[in-house]
């Protein structure tokens, strides 16, 4: 199983981006993992971003992306995104998504698959 995160890029404070993840090697199972976003930045801990459950009708997000942020997926095409708006330089970290077969959590523990991560620079 992999997990392909990309989307990431440079891009000024108030900008956007949209992040993607492709999941290779789930198959038709990839409809049954919830799938997270969880943000790094340099010298701080992993952090949880969003969740989207497994059919895509919940959705949850950290107070710091939460009215920013809209997570989605298509499970025909076995991608989850992120699109950001409004970025701030406090969002400027390595992206990575995350599988969990499992119900809505911001632990880093439950997860079972993750991508390689996907650089966001805000620039003031």
């Known amino acids: 199983v992999q997990l392909q995160a990309s989307g990431g890029g440079l891009v000024q404070a108030g900008g956007s981006l949209r992040l993607s993840c492709a999941a290779f090697g789930l198959g038709l199972t990839f409809r049954t993992y919830g799938m997270a976003w969880f943000r790094q930045a340099p010298g701080k801990e992993r952090e949880f971003v969003a969740f989207?459950?497994?059919?895509?009708?919940?959705?949850y997000y950290s107070d710091s992306v939460q009215g920013r942020s809209t997570i989605s997926r298509d499970n025909v095409k076995n991608t989850v995104s992120l699109q950001m708006n409004s970025l701030k330089p406090e969002d400027a970290a390595v992206y990575y998504c995350a599988a969990r077969r499992g119900p809505y959590s911001q632990g880093q523990m439950g997860y079972n698959y993750w991508g390689q991560g996907t650089l966001v620079t805000v620039s003031s």
């Open positions: 989207i459950d497994s059919s895509g009708g919940t959705t």
